[in-house]
C-alpha cells in the first residue's frame, strides 16, 4: 500500500488495506499480519524476530450504555455494551460529533458481556449526544448509544406563587441548551406538601415558555390540585 508524506520527521502515513479475503466464507476475516516498508517499492524490510504486527478486526458495535444520563459539567463513569470488541491500547469513546469529546476507553470483561469503560467528557451544554466506539483511535462504530447530558438547576424566581397557577418562575442554572418543544418545567409533591390524592403523588410537566440564555429559562407554574384534611382546594 503505498505511504504518503510524513506528518511528523522520521515517518510516513500508510493507509491499511482491505484484508484477508477467505474463499469459504466469501468475505474479509480478522487476521495479525507482519508490517513491512519499502522505499523503492521492491525491496522491504526484514524484521525477523522483531517483526512488527498489524492486526485486523471485526466491525464493532454499540447497542446501549449505562447510566444514561449525567450532569454536563461532571464527569461520569460510563460502560459501552456492544459486540466484536477487542482489547487494545488504542480503544476511544467518542461523545457527540465533536473532536474535543473523545475520551480514552479500556474493555470490560465479564462473562456474557462485551464493553468498553470510559468517563464522560466534560460538555458545554446538556443535551443527547451519540457515543461511539473505536478500538484504534480513528474508525468509530456506524452503531451508537444515546447519553443525555443534563442541566444543573441553581434556583427558581419567584419560590411561591397562587394554587390557581399562572405564575411566571425564572429558572436560573447551567447548560441549557435551546430547544423548542423539548424543555419541560416538572412541579411535584414534596415533604411540606399536605396529604396527596392519590398514593403516587401530585406532579405536573409544563413547557418552558422562553430561553433567556444557557443559564436562565422561564416557564409558567401549573394549577395545584392536592387534597387537604378537611376539605379540597
Known amino acids: 500500500q503505498p505511504g504518503t508524506e510524513a506528518g511528523q520527521a522520521g515517518q510516513i502515513v500508510c493507509v491499511s488495506p482491505p484484508c484477508c479475503y477467505d474463499d469459504t466464507t466469501g468475505a474479509n476475516t480478522r487476521a495479525t499480519v507482519n508490517f513491512e516498508i519499502a522505499l523503492n517499492g521492491q525491496q ?3 524484521s525477523g524476530l522483531s517483526a512488527v504486527n498489524f492486526r485486523f478486526y471485526d466491525p464493532p458495535t454499540v447497542s446501549s450504555i449505562d447510566p444514561l ?17 477487542v482489547e487494545t491500547n488504542e ?25 468498553v469503560a470510559c468517563e464522560t ?8 449526544v451519540q457515543v461511539t ?12 448509544a444515546t447519553y443525555s447530558y443534563t442541566p444543573v438547576l441553581r434556583a427558581i424566581l419567584p419560590v411561591r406563587g397562587l394554587l390557581s397557577g399562572g405564575t411566571n418562575v425564572t429558572v436560573a442554572g447551567m447548560g ?29 410537566v ?18 395545584l390540585n392536592l387534597t ?3 376539605g379540597s382546594t
Not at 121 to 128: C, D, K, S, Y
Open 133 to 144: 466506539v473505536s478500538l484504534n483511535g480513528q474508525q468509530y462504530t456506524s452503531t451508537s
Open 91 to 115: 480503544i476511544t469513546c467518542k461523545f457527540g460529533e465533536e473532536g474535543d469529546m473523545v475520551v480514552d476507553g479500556t474493555m470490560r470483561t465479564a462473562p456474557g458481556m462485551e464493553a
Open 176 to 204: 441549557f441548551r435551546e430547544t423548542p418543544g423539548q424543555m419541560f418545567c416538572k412541579f411535584e409533591h414534596g415533604p411540606d406538601s399536605p396529604a396527596l390524592t392519590s398514593e403516587a403523588g401530585w406532579s405536573s
Open 44 to 46: 522491504y524490510t526484514t
Open 121 to 128: 467528557p466534560i460538555a458545554t451544554l446538556a443535551g443527547p
Open 206 to 223: 409544563v413547557p418552558v415558555t422562553g430561553f433567556g440564555s444557557k443559564s436562565v429559562v422561564y416557564c409558567s407554574s401549573p394549577a
Open 228 to 230: 387537604a384534611s378537611g
Open 69 to 85: 444520563f449525567g450532569n454536563f459539567n461532571e464527569r461520569k463513569d460510563t460502560t459501552v455494551h456492544g459486540t466484536q470488541i
